[in-house]
């Protein structure tokens, strides 16, 4: 007789949802990081000393950005550059362009930068940074003003053993390139590890652009094998196709899943009988969005409710709420983007039997590339595509299994598990370096 799949240890167990809340749900990116926190430290009993040096950041800075547009106008934006903690090393984060960039948003994000490198046990911790701009209205000439400006105003915290910015939300290899210049000219000498997620000629690394998705690809197989869940003929739904959705999107479709629906900014497609995910990809490429290409229209909200095995939200935070939580199908959500689960969904999502791979492990690939584009930087020695993908798949299933075991002694989900063992970790840094004076 065929021996029936073992559950694993951070596969909840279906239980009823608990009952909607009449208090509104507090959607702060930042507040929400720290309940996220909380539940970690209360596992590890941390003492209250302790709680509050890793519940703030380190560092904040706020910086004006003025810009000669085109039109020979200045227009002044605001960024913005968090270090959230240096107690394993540099810190380490993206930045994104966005016109919903917070400071808030920003310090929740370096905040799980340094949870997402614990996890994976590379010797950064967290940082990220941010300019409230909608960078679709701005020219390309416009773009490398605005981020040759903010470069040199934030140059003072960066530096390849100080703090190493990488790409986020609307940002790309050529703002890499960008940063990388303008910080070289401010050192008098080319600086190749201040920033990772470059082009290859300046020292990217192989590999770099898709690891994200990569991570995340392996991050629901193994989930996926511990459910006994056959990714071959499965079905998927992506929401968000930019860098890291559309190479998941491609993983999957490869490893023969269904992926039946995918969005971007402007709205959904959505297909039961399945996408053809390269012609998808050919229409964003040449007519800039998933809904010029064939298929049902659906909107991003509803392609969080399909009858899906697999779920991968790849877009931005907040988007699974107590609201719409309970109308949640999928077997397996893996949050390609950073924080898009509210503590109170994950409660919810739990309590209903999906498993939740978080932010802070599935979507560790790109940060775990950046570290070894970052080591062949510091070294000018590179790297094949195949011993990045090997030592990148390694690291993943690696902190999997760290994630799981650590869920499993807690009698937890993936989410508190992965916090448990990053916080333990940042913890154990912090008070072996001490207090200086």
Not at 226 to 240: D, P, S, W
Not at 268 to 295: P, W
Not at 319 to 334: D, L, S
Not at 355 to 376: H, K, R
Request: net charge positive; hydrophobic share 40%; charged share 25%.
């Amino acid at each position: 007789m065929a021996r029936k799949p073992r559950r694993s240890p951070a596969t909840p167990k279906r239980k009823p949802a608990p009952p909607p809340s009449a208090t509104p749900e507090n959607l702060n990116p930042f507040e929400f990081a720290q309940r996220q926190f909380d539940r970690a430290a209360d596992h590890l009993g941390l003492d209250a000393g302790v709680r509050d040096i890793l519940r703030s950041p380190k560092r904040q800075l706020t910086v004006s950005i003025p810009v000669r547009m085109d039109n020979k106008r200045i227009k002044v934006f605001t960024g913005y550059r968090v270090q959230h903690s240096i107690a394993r090393g540099p810190s380490k984060g993206g930045i994104r362009y966005h016109p919903g960039v917070t400071l808030d948003e920003v310090k929740a994000l370096a905040m799980w930068m340094t949870w997402k490198c614990a996890v994976v046990n590379i010797p950064f911790g967290g940082a990220k940074g941010g300019i409230t701009v909608d960078p679709k209205k701005l020219s390309i000439a416009e773009n490398e003003r605005l981020t040759r400006r903010y470069t040199s105003e934030i140059a003072i915290v960066l530096g390849h053993d100080r703090d190493i910015p990488a790409p986020d939300v609307y940002t790309t290899p050529q703002h890499m390139a960008w940063i990388m210049d303008t910080f070289s000219m401010t050192q008098g000498y080319s600086t190749l590890g201040v920033v990772t997620g470059k082009p290859i000629p300046l020292g990217g690394s192989a590999g770099r652009n898709e690891a994200t998705a990569e991570g995340c690809f392996v991050s629901i197989d193994e989930a996926a094998k511990r459910m006994g869940l056959k990714l071959k003929g499965a079905t998927a739904a992506v929401q968000g196709y930019g860098n890291a959705g559309s190479f998941v999107a491609k993983f999957l479709d490869e490893a023969g899943v269904k992926v039946v629906a995918v969005s971007d900014s402007r709205g959904g497609i959505y297909d039961k009988k399945g996408l053809r995910i390269d012609l998808v990809n050919a229409t964003k490429d040449k007519k800039g969005s998933v809904t010029a290409s064939r298929g049902q229209k659906i909107s991003n909200e509803d392609l969080l409710e399909l009858p899906v095995d697999i779920l991968v939200p790849a877009a931005l935070e907040g988007v699974i709420t107590r609201a719409n939580a309970p109308r949640v199908k999928a077997k397996i959500v893996a949050e390609a983007a950073n924080g898009p689960t509210t503590p109170d969904a994950d409660d919810i999502l739990r309590a209903n039997g999906s498993v939740v791979i978080p932010d802070i492990l599935a979507n560790a690939g790109g940060v775990t590339v950046s570290y070894f584009e970052w080591v062949q930087d510091l070294y000018s020695f590179f790297w094949d595509p195949d011993v990045v993908r090997s030592h990148l798949e390694r690291t993943i299933r690696r902190a999997y299994e760290d994630v799981a075991e650590t869920a499993r002694r807690h009698d937890t989900d993936l989410r508190t598990g992965a916090l448990i063992l990053a916080v333990g970790r940042v913890e154990e840094a912090t008070r072996i370096r001490g207090l200086f004076p």
